[in-house]
């Protein structure tokens, strides 16, 4: 019988051209003709705008235009979750300025240079306003409002309706006010942008894009509206892309202007942002600052769960409220059963970047709130973390299991994943050396940190088009709706065709991210590209596998149930070895019948989302004399279903392990008081190298998911979620024999040095404090209404 190649790992099969250098990015596009652009940012982070003079920068040297607001006329944008609408963004700033980098102004010349230089002559007259940076802070009385009609800066809310208190019953009540910061995407790939008036390669359109984006389909539907193009006159084509990470979903309101300006002009106009400007205007990402308060029997059982959450919004209404509200909320209760929860929320505007969304959206600062109270917990109870997670974890005869938000959790085994996190990283040996250290007094503290986590992938969005068709060479295509930004679609996708067909993956051509070829699709993000993306490129193989089936039939004169696709990759007889017919014969058969052997169709996830989980085991070494925490080890145990390529599964896990780290020991993008960015740079914005990370060792467990023919589930976000609260418990396990309960991330030398320093000295504050007095005030949530189409559990 012939083997699968599914499960095993395969070489990617879009590298070589990006090894040699050869990948098409947007800024390596020769578009001839194109035009340069450059934005005029606001340098203040609240202001009005009294006036605005282009006078001197309109007749620089090789400037073609200048435009404002008032010129180029272009409705404000709510984006794709218009989270408030009240709280539209204008394209180009109208009537007063929200942060620092906001658009006031655009220059187009001839070179970048020039265009750059004349944006330093537009001169704008700004009457300061009080700025407001912390989100806490937005929320008190006598706030700088940053939309005077909405009488106060909450763009959104839910209060949880009053009734039964979800402490009632607790012997022990654990409370922890904590932080998740504001992160920067910072992609290797800033934003990048080419819009031509007309159409490409011969093709009749109003305008042709290219951009560097996760979503090409979603880009075009924004775009086209807002440019007010019939969605079949605009093209979009995403080239290669150099990373996004969330950040890049959508359109941002840059981009808006920059097909506006190319219409208006009707040359081609380029837009590539600089390290520099991508820190100021790039969606950032999670900002919450979260109270949890958790009730337990004595005996570690969970009795219920508080929190009081305010997210982030940034200027306008950004996509970070919504995450706090849906998706933290959703996740809230983790892996365990937990019986009671109320959620109460408030969506803050602040004079900062917009908020969007960044790898895990939502789900790692629920995951972060969770298991960090869970280890609170097990000092107070005086139960070893891992015990405590186990005595309250949902067990596998409890699935297909609903919690008490709403989240329906398709398929599990928790414990598994920990057993062997556990095994792996020797828990038992690294308690005993941490033990050893803290009898000898060393300087250099061992700290273990676990987390068990779950996720939610593919939430909201179930549907994805592929199209699958074998040329009479025997060569075949394959086309889908997502949009490849780093994350091994060719290969994947490819594996899935040649598996089924045998046809050989050299001879199979991927495409995607172009609207004239890849007529819909639903993008990349939330993890969801092989449950969706990848089940529908199945799906469509099946039927032409079959349809291949029929006609082998027909010319071999056999029965279909006998006709099998053979070890040399072609269909034949089962069991006689000389009746067979290769791919080249049988698409030309088919295509003389007037019937290629080719589909496209929808396919669709019934069931709703897919729940991914793990298990994280993290090891560092603090110094107790200046705070400096060193990673020694990683340990992660992801389940994401069915694996298809376990190196591309591992890849994914490296890259999020570091991301979820960084975000637990280095990273946070920090604003002054008056909302001037002080790590607007990569020297000061501590992205990790290669050499602060310790030796990751990832592997998987596979628990295959019932709700889609390959059981897969999403991997690209798991390790961030499961890492960042691995490594923040094993920062605070390392000095908790001080004392201390808690830090706050990101965990830098600072930070755990002043910890120390306070502990040593008596005043250690507790790591707790009231919420704030506006959370009473907010309106009680409703329920969605399932009859309304609104995702339930996704």
């Known amino acids: 019988m012939r083997g699968s190649i599914l499960g095993t790992e395969v070489r990617r099969v879009e590298d070589p051209e990006l090894i040699r250098g050869e990948g098409s990015y947007v800024d390596n596009l020769d578009i001839p003709g194109a035009l340069h652009l450059s934005f005029v940012r606001s340098p203040i982070a609240h202001a009005r705008i009294e006036s605005i003079d282009t006078s001197e920068a309109e007749t620089a040297p090789g400037v073609r235009a200048v435009y404002t607001a008032e010129s180029l006329s272009l409705a404000p ?68 409002l940053q939309f005077e009609e909405l009488g106060s800066n909450i763009a959104a809310a839910e209060r949880e309706p009053d009734g039964e208190d979800p402490l009632a019953g607790a012997d022990v009540v654990v409370r922890l006010t904590m932080r998740n910061q504001r992160l920067a995407a910072m992609p290797m790939e800033a934003n990048a942008m080419v819009a031509v008036p007309g159409g490409v390669d011969g093709a009749d359109h109003d305008a042709t894009v290219y951009v560097s984006t996760q979503a090409a389909h979603m880009f075009h539907m924004g775009v086209a509206e807002a440019a007010g193009l019939a969605p079949d006159r605009l093209r979009v084509i995403a080239p290669h892309v150099g990373g996004g990470f969330g950040a890049k979903i959508g359109a941002q309101t840059e981009h808006l202007v920059v097909l506006a300006a190319a219409l208006k002009l009707g040359r081609p106009v380029k837009w590539i942002e600089t390290r520099s400007e991508n820190a100021l205007s790039m969606y950032q990402g999670r900002g919450q600052q979260e109270w949890a308060e958790l009730g337990l029997r004595n005996d570690g059982t969970i009795v219920g769960l508080r929190l009081h959450v305010i997210a982030d919004c940034g200027a306008y209404a950004g996509f970070n409220g919504f995450l706090g509200i849906v998706f933290t909320r959703l996740m809230a209760a983790g892996v365990y059963r937990v019986p009671k929860i109320s959620y109460t929320v408030a969506a803050a505007l602040t004079n900062t970047t917009p908020m969007g969304a960044f790898r895990g959206a939502g789900r790692p600062e629920a995951a972060s709130l969770i298991e960090r109270i869970m280890d609170l917990a097990a000092v107070q109870l005086d139960i070893d ?29 928790y414990d598994l994943p920990l057993r062997k996190a556990l095994e792996l990283s020797d828990y038992e040996g690294l308690r005993k050396e941490q033990a050893r250290r803290r009898a000898s007094g060393e300087a250099k503290q061992l700290g273990i940190g676990v987390s068990a986590y779950v996720e939610v992938t593919g939430g909201g969005n179930f549907t994805e088009y592929s199209s699958v068709e074998v040329h009479p060479d025997g060569t075949a295509t394959v086309k889908v709706g997502t949009s490849s930004h780093g994350q091994g679609h060719a290969t994947s996708f490819s594996m899935i065709v040649s598996d089924k067909l045998g046809i050989p993956m050299e001879n199979i051509t991927f495409v995607q991210a172009d609207t004239a070829t890849v007529p819909r699709g639903g993008g990349t993000m939330g993890s969801r590209s092989l449950q969706m993306g990848g089940n529908a490129v199945n799906r469509a193989t099946e039927v032409v596998l079959q349809s291949a089936r029929e006609l082998a039939a027909e010319l071999l004169e056999a029965n279909v149930e006998d006709i099998e696709v053979t070890d040399e990759g072609e269909l034949g007889v089962a069991g006689v070895p000389g009746q067979r017919v290769s791919w080249p014969q049988l698409s030309q058969a088919a295509a003389d019948r007037g019937t290629p052997l080719a589909i496209e169709l ?139 309960r808690h830090i706050e991330l990101p965990c830098t030398p600072q930070a755990v040095w002043r910890a120390i320093s306070e502990a040593k000295a008596g005043t250690l504050a507790e790591p707790w404090r009231e919420p704030p007095a506006v959370f009473s005030t907010l309106p009680e949530r409703q329920e969605p209404d399932p009859s309304a189409g609104e995702p339930v559990g996704a």
């Open 385 to 413: 973390p891992v015990e405590l997670r186990r005595r309250n974890f949902i067990q596998p005869d409890e699935f297909p299991y609903t919690t008490v938000v709403g989240a329906n959790y398709d398929i599990g085994d």
């Open 77 to 144: 944008q709510v984006g794709g979750i218009p989270l408030n609408p009240a709280c539209a963004r204008p394209p180009l700033a109208v009537g007063k300025v929200r942060f620092v980098g906001d658009v006031v102004a655009v220059v187009i010349a001839d070179t970048k240079a020039n265009a750059q230089d004349a944006t330093e002559l537009v001169v704008v007259d700004y009457d300061p306003l009080d700025a407001v940076v912390d989100m806490e802070a937005a929320l008190e009385p006598g706030a700088a």
């Open 602 to 740: 929808d396919w669709e996830q019934e069931g709703g989302s897919t729940f991914p989980f793990g298990a994280h085991v993290s090891v560092v070494e603090v110094d107790t004399d200046t705070g400096y925490v060193t990673p020694i080890k990683h340990y992660a145990v992801d389940d994401c279903g069915r694996i298809l390529n376990p190196m591309i599964v591992a890849g994914q896990q490296h890259g999020g392990l570091a991301q979820g780290m960084s975000q637990a020991l280095w990273e946070h993008f920090v604003y002054d008081q008056d909302g001037n960015p002080l790590t607007a740079s990569l020297t000061d914005y501590t992205i990790p190298t290669a050499v602060e990370m310790p030796w990751f060792d990832v592997s998987n467990t596979e628990t295959p998911t019932p709700l889609n023919p390959l059981g897969a589930k999403g991997i690209g976000e798991s390790a961030t979620i499961g890492s960042t609260p691995a490594v923040q418990n094993a920062v605070v396990d390392a000095v908790s024999h001080l004392g201390i």
